[in-house]
């Protein structure tokens, strides 16, 4: 099974940045997709953004869209999230996630569309 780990979250003020990694384990990284998603208290996991396993399609939410940058480096099993403008909104713990099971693209933005997930890393922006 696909283990990832997440890091890279912590404390920042509203307007600065953070880049958060997803390192995994296993052979197989290059062949499926990666999506990060985030959770606060009280509310249901929310997509952030999805890159495909060769990285040429990323889809972001609404609300990444302009201020996050995804990409991945297949040789080094890593994932990136560089977020910039960061919002008090934000405030989440960040989680990344696997499509081990091979989906058309369209499937991106729901959490059961993912197989395997890290343990969360949290981002706390203060306003």
């Known amino acids: 099974q696909v283990l990832l780990v997440e890091s890279g979250g912590g404390l920042v003020q509203a307007g600065g940045s953070l880049r958060l990694s997803c390192a995994a384990s296993g052979d197989l990284f290059s062949t499926y997709a990666v999506g990060w998603f985030r959770q606060s208290p009280g509310k249901e996991r929310e997509f952030v953004a999805r890159?495909?396993?060769?990285?040429?399609?990323?889809t972001y939410a609404d609300s990444a869209k302009g201020r996050f940058t995804l990409s991945r480096d297949n040789a080094k099993k890593t994932v990136s999230l560089q977020m910039n403008t960061l919002k008090a909104e934000d405030t989440a713990v960040y989680f990344c996630?696997?499509?081990?099971?091979?989906?058309?693209?369209?499937?991106?933005?729901?959490?059961?569309?993912?197989?395997?997930w890290g343990q969360g890393t949290q981002v706390t922006v203060s306003s």
């Open positions: 996630a696997a499509q081990i099971t091979y989906l058309s693209p369209t499937y991106y933005n729901n959490a059961h569309d993912y197989d395997a």
């Open positions: 890159i495909s396993a060769d990285g040429d399609r990323i």
